[in-house]
């Protein structure tokens, strides 16, 4: 089934594109006009360099004013090989078709609402014929319906004509083309972005991608440029202070090469529940620390996360060469 755009926007049209795949554009005076476009004809030639398919309009009262028309278009410098004239259907616009067909151009015949518009369109040779479904659906009527009814004309009778399913509001609307066998259908860029969302999907790729990491990347490589040291002889208030300061819920206490310990938010609580607020002018070196849970700095991600599990901590020190290096918290894996 091709796959066409339906656009005017000048940067849908290039982000659309850009996908590689699409098989052409459709647009519309009524497309343009909202776009604040004027010069057509100059848009029309623009457009034509972008995509490998172009389809638009070829607009006369009979027959012969739709065929001077599309002839006058591709004097712009239109390659007829990757031009489709768009006709809508009544009798001088099938006639219009035969005509353009027998000359070796390529037809459109579109705006069909009945199965009967479809045939004659088909009868005129028309290389693809365009029911509106969205359309026709706001009208109350079964639009599927006539789709199906014209992709099995062109089945039953060998038409060379390709059923175009347009109009299209709702990603169902794809589905529903595809379930009825149309030829081709042109969407939305809205539409089209939409049509490999799916949340399953999202959580899946979000996990695989999740779990690669944690058995690639090493922790020195995930951890914040930051090593939270405060020496042994710093307050627990400035403490307090530089811990804020680097952004962690716990920081390293050193004197001079030597490690002491790891204080935690956790252990601030409790200190000021039993000592009371004149604690906060003891020295960090005066405290009681129990031994820190560390990682090494060349460990892969996933030895982190089984010690995160293990100790139930939030932070782990990071130690390389036996030296403390920095920390990872516990929300560096959850942003991975």
């Avoid at 390529?106 to 004659?120: E, G, K, S």
């Avoid at 365009?130 to 060998?158: E, F, K, M, T, W």
Wanted: charged letters at 20%.
């Amino acid at each position: 089934m091709e796959l066409y755009l339906d656009s005017a926007n000048l940067k849908e049209i290039e982000e659309g594109f850009k996908l590689g795949f699409l098989n052409g554009l459709t647009t519309t005076p009524t497309f343009m006009q909202r776009e604040g476009i004027t010069d057509i004809d100059g848009t029309i030639v623009k457009l034509s360099k972008i995509v490998p398919v172009l389809q638009i309009e070829a607009l006369g009262n009979t027959a012969e004013a739709v065929v001077d028309e599309a002839k006058r278009q591709l004097d712009l410098g239109l390659d007829k090989n990757r031009t489709v004239f768009k006709i809508p259907v009544s009798l001088e616009g099938v006639k219009a078709c035969n005509m353009l067909r027998k000359e070796g151009m390529m037809v459109n015949v579109h705006l069909v609402y009945t199965l009967q518009q479809a045939y004659m369109a088909m009868h005129a040779g028309a290389n693809y014929v365009c029911p509106l479904v969205g359309r026709l659906q706001d009208q109350g009527h079964d639009a599927l319906s006539l789709v199906a009814q014209c992709v099995d004309a062109v089945n039953h009778y060998g038409y060379d004509s390709k059923i175009m399913f347009s109009s299209v509001r709702t990603t169902e609307h794809v589905r529903n083309a595809i379930n009825i066998g149309v030829h081709t259908i042109t969407v939305p860029l809205k539409i089209l972005k939409a049509l490999t969302d799916n949340n399953f999907t999202t959580v899946g790729t979000e996990q695989f991608l999740r779990d690669t990491r944690l058995m690639t990347v090493r922790v020195k490589e995930a951890a914040k440029a930051i090593n939270p040291l405060v020496d042994a002889s710093t307050s627990l208030k400035d403490a307090i202070v530089k811990m804020t300061e680097y952004g962690f819920g716990a920081i390293t206490i050193v004197d001079g090469d030597a490690l002491k310990g790891v204080f935690t938010d956790g252990d601030i609580r409790r200190l000021l529940q039993s000592k009371g607020a004149a604690v906060l002018e003891q020295k960090m070196g005066e405290l009681q620390y129990n031994a820190p849970i560390s990682i090494d700095a060349n460990a892969l991600l996933n030895d982190a996360h089984m010690t995160f599990k293990k100790s139930s901590v939030d932070t782990l020190l990071i130690t390389e060469n036996g030296k403390p290096i920095g920390m990872l918290d516990i929300q560096d894996m959850e942003l991975l």
